[in-house]
């Protein structure tokens, strides 16, 4: 199969789906499926571009826009995850994933999808550590803090790709896995990335890493810091990982990769669920929170007390197809898309343009076709699994063997075309169920006023440091001068009680500072 590979999207699609097609025409070949590693921004008229957390000078609409209004077509299936640049108050109302345009796929913040016998794991957003244990609490309209941190990782969602069991093709994450740069030239990196000498250590997300070690899955693809990076990952196992990051769509970078992936032959090329990863959803709705606190995951240390290994059965397995009706009632429906929004610059009541925005129904969908498979998530285990040790996710990552650096860099890649620089239920399919009307709008609840929270010492901290804390909170600082000047514009510009604890991202070493290249 060829599948081509983009780093940030940054909503140029003219210029990727451009790019594609003069591949396609120059090598002779058909390129099957587009894979987005984040920042993709899904902007379908100003108020999404309002919700993007980039200062106010960067802020474009650039081209989504017009593939959202049908104005034009994606030429090729495009699979995308979220990263830190995204128009949150879009993505927030398909959590767990769902048609953005005709033709393009958001994979929700956490899933797992097949296409052409391909099963395609992602992780949106980037790691933070003060916001890694906390439950979902952001609310529209956003605030500065809630408009960033609704893209930070949270551990549920790293907890229910834990439960993965069988394995992974492919694998997509915006940040990088902690420590990947010592499977890699990390010279060659080092060289045209010199600021990244500071983070050669602490560059990237420890849960990304976790996962990687675990899934093992034979592809990693990555973003964010817009550099082209390949690396590869030697398991214990004896499994290899092959990671590539890719940078952005600008001339002179390399944005795109194709590649040639083994896939079945017999396999039709269309966009299903997973069963095994319906399950896991399903299972695990019980321990997603809301709460603006830190949540605690299970773990075998709870064995006896709760459960903590939600990894499906072949059985269990089995029983979604069958309630399914077979592969057919997994197929993901292309026509579920809706525009539930006025795009910019559109009339609206014209052409399929609602006259007043409302609920996009996809979400709601899903759940009621995900719970149709119960019967399957109550099916008892015939024997007991394995004990599934979870160690720290913050854990060394040094214990995998570590490749050659220029051998693992050659050793990437794959035959790829050159980069371009620019059961108890009836059988039911989500097609059934997409017929059904749904209740249209939800009133949004209103933000809460954050706690307040005695004052960090900012006059501790180093310049940097506090740079640092004013970058995420998408703060101009540039007309500061001297350090005192940084202090009072921290002080003039409060987060909430969450993000006060002292800043944790900028006392723990491990780390990765968020990037806003």
Not at 36 to 59: H, S, T
Not at 72 to 99: C, M, R, Y
Not at 178 to 197: A, H, P, S, T, W
Not at 326 to 333: A, F, S
Request: charged share 25%.
């Amino acid at each position: 199969m060829k599948v081509a590979v983009e780093g940030c999207a940054h909503g140029d699609l003219d210029a990727i789906y451009g790019t594609i097609q003069h591949i396609e025409r120059t090598e002779n070949v058909k390129i099957d499926l587009l894979l987005c590693c984040g920042d993709f921004q899904a902007v379908r008229n100003k108020d999404d571009l309002d919700a993007v957390a980039v200062p106010r000078k960067y802020r474009e609409m650039k081209d989504f826009y017009k593939y959202y209004s049908g104005e034009k077509v994606a030429p090729v299936l495009t699979i995308f995850i979220g990263g830190n640049h995204e128009a949150s108050n879009h993505l927030q109302d398909l959590t767990q994933g769902g048609w953005v345009a005709p033709n393009i796929y958001y994979m929700g913040l956490s899933s797992m999808v097949r296409f052409g016998g391909l099963r395609i794991a992602g992780l949106s957003g980037i790691y933070k550590n003060f916001d890694y244990r906390t439950g979902y609490h952001e609310k529209q309209p956003y605030n500065e803090s809630t408009m960033r941190s609704i893209y930070h990782v949270r551990e549920y969602d790293v907890f229910k790709m834990l439960q993965i069991d069988r394995p992974i093709d492919v694998f997509l994450s915006h940040d990088w896995p902690q420590g990947i740069m010592q499977y890699g030239d990390k010279e060659k990196l080092l060289n045209v990335k010199k600021f990244l000498r500071d983070e050669e250590h602490t560059l990237g997300s420890p849960p990304a890493m976790k996962l990687m070690k675990v899934l093992e899955p034979s592809y990693w693809f990555s973003a964010h810091m817009h550099a082209k990076f390949p690396a590869l990952v030697k398991h214990e196992s004896g499994k290899q990982t092959k990671f590539l990051a890719l940078s952005k769509v600008l001339p002179g970078q390399d944005f795109l990769q194709v590649l040639d992936i083994e896939s079945p032959a017999d396999a039709p090329l269309r966009l299903e669920y997973d069963a095994e990863w319906l399950l896991i959803v399903l299972s695990t709705l019980p321990l997603r929170s809301e709460a603006p606190r830190n949540v605690s995951m299970p773990s075998i240390n709870d064995a006896g007390r709760r459960r903590y290994d939600y990894r499906p059965t072949d059985e269990q397995i089995q029983m979604v197809h069958d309630i399914a009706g077979g592969p057919d009632g997994l197929v993901i429906p292309t026509d579920a898309f809706v525009r539930n929004v006025i795009p910019f610059g559109s009339r609206p009541g014209s052409a399929d343009i609602p006259s007043t925005p409302f609920a996009n129904p996809q979400h709601e969908r899903f759940m009621q076709f995900l719970r149709r498979f119960q019967p399957a998530a109550d099916l008892p285990p015939s024997e007991e699994p394995e004990d599934q040790s979870e160690p720290p996710v913050a854990e060394d990552v040094a214990d995998v063997e570590v490749a050659d650096g220029p051998d693992s860099a050659d050793a990437v890649p794959v035959d790829a075309v050159p980069v371009a620089s620019a059961a108890a239920a009836d059988p039911v399919s989500l097609a059934d169920i997409m017929a059904d009307a749904m209740s249209a709008a939800v009133a949004t609840e209103p933000v809460a006023s954050a706690e307040t929270a005695s004052e960090p010492n900012y006059g501790a901290l180093s310049a940097k440091e506090l740079k640092q804390i004013l970058q995420d909170r998408g703060v101009d600082f540039s007309d500061c001068v001297e350090k005192s000047d940084l202090v009072r514009k921290v002080q003039e510009n409060p987060v909430s009680r969450l993000c006060r604890k002292f800043h944790e991202s900028i006392f723990d070493p491990t780390v990765m500072c968020e990037s806003h290249h």
